[in-house]
């Protein structure tokens, strides 16, 4: 089973930069999109190959979003996690035989770290939300989470420690996921620095490769034995951020 999660920043615009010959490419099982930026209506995706399509969008339009297209039907699907975000369509979960797949979209501190309280709150409650699945099965989780967990994930970690998305308080919040038994799967394969999935548009950030490993796979710890492998896809254009992935039994 191959999963692949990409946060396309605005599914209209990657559409017309290639996003089917990728998918093509990739031959992924299931596709888990964030920041959507639409509503299923306004999107003409032909992607013949996945019949089965979850849109969860934001109230505001042009904002946020998530999506799923999936080629194996779920037993379920549950929108957002909890009154905190249903609003901006941040969460998907779709149940399968033998484990839930969420896929998320985090919301982001911005700039002045105004929204840092409610990131904070927003994180525990997606935590609670992921150990009250797990009680029925496991759970794999995948997406943008806003967040360079530690020094290794980030170009310039001396200067951005009152950054959104490298403070104490966002990167405790991933420690919380890791301490309650979830795997970051990149990191079971690939120790090194330099793997990034976010670039900013500006200063040819993305040519020097100065970036931010903020897009994920975590597991529970009990499917760690049905994990083959995880990846990141740094060639891969059409957004700020590129795809990950996973293969797992």
């Not at 779920?74 to 033998?98: A, C, H, Q, W």
Request: glycine share 6%; net charge positive.
């Amino acid at each position: 089973m191959k999963i692949i999660s990409w946060n396309v920043n605005g599914i209209r615009a990657v559409l017309k930069k290639g996003f089917h010959d990728f998918v093509a490419k990739e031959k992924p099982d299931i596709i888990c999109i964030q920041e959507t930026k639409a509503h299923p209506d306004q999107v003409d995706t032909i992607m013949h190959d996945y019949p089965h399509h979850y849109w969860h969008s934001a109230k505001r339009k042009g904002y946020s979003g998530t999506a799923i297209f999936s080629k194996i039907e779920p037993l379920s699907v549950i929108y957002g996690d909890g009154p905190m975000n249903d609003d901006e369509g941040r969460v998907i979960t779709l149940e399968f035989k033998d484990y839930y797949l969420v896929t998320v979209y985090t919301p982001n501190s911005k700039r002045e770290l105004e929204r840092l309280d409610y990131r904070q709150e927003w994180d525990n409650n997606f935590l609670k939300f992921l150990k009250t699945l797990e009680k029925k099965k496991p759970v794999v989780f995948c997406g943008d989470l806003n967040v360079a967990h530690k020094e290794i994930d980030i170009a310039r970690p001396k200067t951005n420690t009152r950054s959104a998305g490298f403070t104490e308080e966002e990167r405790k919040g991933f420690d919380n996921f890791v301490n309650a038994d979830f795997i970051d799967t990149f990191r079971e394969f690939n120790k090194e620095p330099e793997n990034y999935t976010w670039w900013s548009y500006m200063f040819k950030a993305r040519e020097r490769n100065v970036g931010w490993r903020i897009d994920y796979f975590c597991i529970s710890k009990v499917l760690k034995k049905q994990l083959k492998g995880a990846f990141i896809l740094p060639k891969v254009m059409g957004s700020d951020h590129c795809p990950v992935g996973i293969e797992i039994k």
